[in-house]
T-cell receptor
Framework: AQSVTQPDIHITVSEGASLELRCNYS??????LFWYVQSPGQGLQLLLK??????LVQGIKGFEAEFKRSQSSFNLRKPSVHWSDAAEYFC????????????FGTGTRLTIIP | KAGVTQTPRYLIKTRGQQVTLSCSPI?????VSWYQQTPGQGLQFLFE???????NKGNFPGRFSGRQFSNSRSEMNVSTLELGDSALYLC????????????FGPGTRLTVL
């Protein structure tokens, strides 16, 4: 079955430490890939997206993500987190070739400790 | 450009009532999508409208309906409310839909008592 999976429900990271949030997908063809962030009480904001080409994608707020076809993964990274990065992060996909609706993973809640 | 706006931001209703939520997309955007967000089910796609036509639909009962006006503004209606309809309802707009970047509004928090 087609799916997008975020294995980590909750991650706690110290301020200044590096971060990696995992995302795996299961689709016949590589879908369009997105990462969104949702701060408490807010809507979702796009961090970055991958359609094709360079597998390392740069986004806003210092985030980047790497597409790995062999692992069906699109993991989000940040070298040094800030307290303001505490939020919920969603990986999302749009399948290629019909029925192009945005499907979200279950989200990863990020807590930053001093 | 102004972002996506949703009204009202908060709503409290009782079971059996109906509710209408409104979404104003970013100027020039013709696609509006609606999502339901709950702690148990996460973010689920409701439907997408493009140029006043429903182009895509998620797996929700017929109590959930929507429409889009000629100015691209969209409304979503839920009839015969159930307790399980309590959720954050998010609207997103994009130029053409599909893989085009979607911009989200702040959501409407619906509580059904």
């Amino acid at each position: 079955a087609q799916s997008v999976t975020q294995p980590d429900i909750h991650i706690t990271v110290s301020e200044g430490a590096s971060l990696e949030l995992r995302c795996n997908y299961s689709y016949g063809a590589t879908p369009y890939l997105f990462w969104y962030v949702q701060s408490p009480g807010q809507g979702l904001q796009l961090l970055l997206k991958y359609f094709s080409g360079d597998t390392l994608v740069q986004g806003i707020k210092g985030f980047e993500a790497e597409f790995k076809r062999s692992q069906s993964s699109f993991n989000l990274r940040k070298p040094s987190v800030h307290w303001s990065d505490a939020a919920e992060y969603f990986c999302a996909v749009v399948p290629r070739g019909g029925n192009e609706k945005l499907t979200f993973g279950t989200g990863t809640r990020l807590t930053i400790i001093p | 450009k102004a972002g996506v706006t949703q009204t009202p931001r908060y709503l409290i209703k009782t079971r059996g009532q109906q509710v209408t939520l409104s979404c104003s997309p970013i100027s020039g955007h013709r696609s509006v999508s609606w999502y339901q967000q709950t702690p148990g089910q996460g973010l689920q796609f409701l439907f997408e409208y493009f140029s006043e036509t429903q182009r895509n639909k998620g797996n929700f009962p017929g109590r959930f309906s929507g429409r889009q006006f000629s100015n691209s503004r969209s409304e979503m209606n839920v009839s015969t409310l159930e307790l399980g309809d309590s959720a954050l309802y998010l609207c997103a707009s994009s130029s053409t839909g599909g893989s085009d970047t979607q911009y989200f509004g702040p959501g409407t928090r619906l509580t059904v008592l």
